[in-house]
């Protein structure tokens, strides 16, 4: 396969040893980098390439990271491109923050190159179509699988395509508990082995963005989640 015909990621990291570690072994796994060392240049480089991925610092000169995945996620042409974020360990909150900006998933410094690379590969095989075509609908919410647009009672809502596909698997199976492990194959292309808080993350941020209907989104405590017109509610 030429570098042409490969998924494009780019790594942008101000740590050179970061940039050649995660370089070196997503080119082992098939994949073609790009390499950045600021946020500026990231911004730069995704408008004039737009890679298939990008694993994004939290901490660069010129733009963070946050900064960065939040641009991206306001320009339609970038907006649904999987971002990973890379945060220093035990920064509980920078990792809150990357998922609240719009990053699809984070892994703590250091990290295993394996894992990364798993976590690379599994969102790049959930990052295409999200069905085929055609429309959704379950009480106010309406779902353009083309698109990947969602309207609640005629208003349009801002979600990024992990935000979107999640909302979207558990309307589709409405009234039904759908099990963490299930969400995360899904979704996020994930096995049972891979262990993330991000499922959480990403489900209190939808609910913020849902405001007045964020009680469709229920909670099944110790087995997942589920999509449900609250009681008040007549549809």
């Known amino acids: 396969m030429s570098d042409s015909d490969k998924p494009v990621i780019l790594i942008a990291d101000d740590e050179e040893d970061v940039r050649e570690l995660v370089g070196m072994n997503l080119r082992r796994a098939g994949f073609a980098t790009e390499e950045v060392a600021d946020g500026l240049q990231a911004l730069k480089r995704v408008k004039e390439s737009k890679p298939d991925l990008i694993v994004l610092d939290v901490m660069m000169p010129g733009r963070d ?46 990290f295993s190159p394996k894992e990364l690379v798993l976590r690379v590969q599994a969102l790049l095989r959930r990052s295409g179509p999200v069905g085929d075509g055609t429309e959704l609908k379950v009480g106010p919410f309406v779902f ?11 208003e349009p809502m801002d979600l990024t395509l992990l935000e979107f ?56 405590r110790g087995f997942g989640y589920i999509f449900k017109a609250p009681a008040a509610v007549s549809v």
Do not use: F
């Open 165 to 220: 596909k999640l909302l979207h698997l558990l309307a589709n199976h409405e009234d039904e508990v759908v099990e963490r492990d299930t969400i995360l194959r899904e979704v996020w292309g994930y096995s049972e082995s891979v262990r993330t808080r991000t499922l959480d993350t990403h489900v209190k941020r939808l609910r913020e963005k849902l405001g007045d209907y964020a009680d469709w989104v229920q909670t099944s």
């Open 65 to 110: 990271g946050l900064q960065v995945c939040e641009e991206l996620r306001m320009v339609e042409s970038t907006r649904l491109i999987p971002i990973i974020m890379l945060t220093a360990k035990g920064q509980t909150e920078d990792r809150i923050s990357g998922l609240e900006h719009g990053a699809d998933d984070y892994l703590p410094k250091p």
């Open 144 to 154: 353009d699988l083309s698109a990947v647009k969602l309207t609640v009672s005629g």
